[in-house]
């Protein structure tokens, strides 16, 4: 029996809710990313391209500047972290329009709210695995040949899609409370690129940010990946420190989600 | 057993001042987190229980709440107070094709549709070939849905709908598009699924559907359970009562009339040329609107004004500007303008009437009451429809002059 009253059902069966939902958390994401790629002259090669062009900008500015010592080529150095980084901020910024641009759907038919940012992130996967090849392929190609390491990568992707989806589920409850959320989010996400060392290595750092920088969710991520990928021993201080700060995010935004969701369709 | 208990359910709405749904940063940094303007009550204390295979009919004019109720029961919306048990699977059809995009292909809006109305995929690919039948074509399945035209878009909206399975079923408005044929199928179809023990919920202005689906209906009034009791009773009561409409209006008191120093508004009311006020109007027939006004200070050229608007918007808009006082000015006394309305002309639904006066040079409002008055416009004679029996659109539906040729051979 389904009882409804104002306080909303139990977090528990709500949660409970989420194993039915497969099958539509799947053909919403088709539908993310056939509209994504569709009547698109590049089609799914734009999410090569797509980290290209801002791997080619870096390369250009900081192989003639900073110079900064990688222990690799500077432009698959800074390929590695954007491989991840774009995932990230794409999938950030197509979920927190996710509730808004589906505010006919929300209104209409009731589904757990959570599956429509979740889809949107999920799209997007297939671009950081699309990344990810092409980026196997220059590496060895540059003589980092295939080794155990990369076992580990795939390991290291679904650590971002959670990431991804805390975030983006944060940034779509956000954009339904308050309408210019939708301008703030990307200028936020932009901020968080450069608090996390996509384009530079940590040790280029000052000590007293060297130490905090690992409180940052995406740290992790980013460098567990370049780690694996050029066969580097894991810095697993940074990664645990990622990891408490992903829970601080995870336990916020779901504080955030709890008070919206039973009236999410009113809020839109 | 009941399968839905509602107990004494009411849902607030908190519009914002600003009337928008909803907020900037700025409007809190500004005004607060609690939103200010008056809650809008759209359901007041409702109860009532509906048994296990049972269809039940809601209906009310529009802004009665049905819908409200609908979306409670569907979990889109949560209740302000009271309690509603569910005892079932609960799928809900508010809208047909709520999800489908133009981009995609009929196939894929099928499997996209499915899933967000609660199938699995396994499910999906079991019905995949009768969703396909009930719809009526296979050719044009890959194509994107934005080259359809209208009746197929709501045909495989439909036929998707059709196919889920739940034990109980929201149902609001659906037969309100499609053609006649489509129209019988789809009713055939919802009756078929009110025999195989499900328990449906139908909201729907469609009187004659309403009869035939449920067993039992309730009328709503302002968020609030007017009546409850057999199909057929109900619609006749919603017929004929005119459900709630206030069809004549007067301004007794002077000083609270609507108006100014130059014009105040008396009394507004629909009436037949027999003198009696009517809150339903039959469509086949003539009918007035009628505006009594005071001139309080002679001298003013004044222009009444009555707009007749349904659900969607104004359909008609008239002023006395064919009469002698026409940009005439006029000397202080009671004024009585009628407006007759020819039979075939508007369209059935709910209707209400704006009535307002101005005066130009300089241009001055003198007052505006929107919804002065409201009736229900109903077809009880042929409407203008022919045998059709579905659903027509349009606010207006006059009977014109057609003259048709025919050629035995091009």
């Known amino acids: ?268 | 057993m009941n399968a839905i208990s509602i107990q004494n359910v009411s849902k607030d709405f908190s519009l914002g001042a600003s009337g928008r749904g909803y907020r900037t940063v700025k409007d809190v940094l500004s005004s607060g987190w609690r939103r200010k303007g008056k809650p809008f009550r759209a359901l007041d204390g409702v109860s009532f229980d509906v048994a296990a295979g049972e269809a039940i009919g809601v209906v009310g004019r529009n802004g009665a709440g049905k819908s409200t109720l609908l979306k409670l029961l569907a979990r889109i919306l949560r209740p302000t107070s009271g309690r509603i048990e569910l005892r079932g699977r609960v799928g809900s059809l508010l809208e047909v094709g709520a999800g489908f995009h133009p981009d995609l292909s009929g196939r894929e809006n099928i499997f996209l549709n499915a899933a967000i109305l609660g199938m699995s995929h396994r499910e999906i690919l079991q019905k995949l070939d009768a969703i396909v039948a009930f719809a009526g074509f296979e050719k044009h399945l890959d194509e994107p849905v934005k080259h359809y035209s209208s009746g197929m878009f709501m045909r495989l909206a439909f036929a998707v709908a059709a196919h889920i399975d739940p034990e109980i079923l929201l149902l609001d408005e659906v037969l309100a598009v499609g053609d006649a044929d489509f129209q019988k199928r789809c009713l055939d179809r919802l009756e078929q699924v009110g025999r195989n023990g499900q328990t449906v919920v139908f909201v729907s202005h469609n009187m004659q559907a309403m009869v035939r689906l449920c067993s039992r209906a309730v009328l709503l009034e302002d968020g609030k359970v007017a009546a409850i009791g057999s199909a057929q009773e109900i619609a006749t009561r919603y017929l004929q009562s005119g459900a709630g409409n206030r069809a004549e209006r007067c301004y007794s008191d002077g000083l609270h009339a609507p108006g100014d120093g130059i014009a105040r508004l008396r009394a507004v009311r629909i009436r037949s040329r027999a003198g009696e006020v009517l809150e339903t109007v039959d469509i086949g027939c003539e009918f007035a609107i009628e505006v009594e006004f005071d001139v309080l200070a002679g001298g003013a050229a004044l222009f009444p004004s009555i707009v007749l608007n349904n659900e969607w918007g104004p359909v008609l808009w008239t002023t006395d500007v064919a009469t002698e006082w026409h940009a005439k000015p006029r000397p202080e006394g009671r004024y009585r303008c009628t407006a007759w309305v020819p039979a075939d002309l508007i369209g059935p639904g709910a209707m209400s009437v704006t009535a307002a006066m101005y005066s130009f040079q300089p241009y001055t409002l003198h007052f505006r009451e929107s919804d002065a008055v409201s009736f229900q416009a109903a077809e009880t004679r042929s409407g203008s429809r022919g045998g059709f029996l579905g659903h027509i659109d349009g606010g207006v539906r006059p009977r014109l002059e057609w003259t048709v040729e025919h050629r035995d051979a091009v």
């Open chain 1, 1 to 268: 029996m389904t009882v409804i009253t104002p306080s909303g059902a139990p977090l528990a069966s709500r949660i409970a809710e989420y194993r039915h939902c497969a099958t539509l958390l799947v053909f919403l994401t088709l539908r993310d990313i056939r509209l994504r790629y569709r009547h698109t002259l590049l089609g799914i090669l734009w999410a090569v391209a797509q980290p290209v062009l801002p791997m080619l900008i870096f390369a250009a500015v900081f192989s003639r500047t900073l110079r900064f010592e990688t222990g690799a080529p500077y432009f698959l150095f800074v390929f590695a972290g954007l491989a991840p980084w774009m995932f990230l901020a794409n999938a950030v910024n197509s979920a927190s329009t996710a509730f808004i641009s589906n505010y006919n759907l929300l209104n209409k038919v009731y589904f757990p709210r959570a599956i429509l940012p979740a889809a949107a992130v999920f799209a997007f996967v297939i671009d950081w695995l699309v990344a990810g090849a092409v980026l196997a392929g220059l590496c060895a190609w540059n003589g980092f040949a295939p080794q155990m390491e990369w076992l580990a990568l795939p390991a290291i992707v679904p650590a971002g899609v959670f990431v991804a989806m805390v975030a983006g589920l944060g940034a779509a409850s956000l954009s339904a409370l308050f309408r210019d959320m939708k301008t703030v989010v990307p200028f936020l996400v932009q901020v968080w690129m450069y608090a996390t060392p996509v384009f530079y290595p940590l040790d280029v750092l000052p000590a007293a940010i060297r130490r905090v920088i690992g409180f940052n969710p995406m740290t992790g991520v980013v460098e567990a990946f370049r780690a694996c990928l050029f066969g580097r021993p894991l810095d697993w201080t940074l990664i645990a420190q990622s990891a408490v700060a992903t829970v601080v995010l995870t336990i916020a935004v779901a504080m955030l989600f709890n008070a919206l969701e039973a009236d999410l369709a009113e809020q839109v």
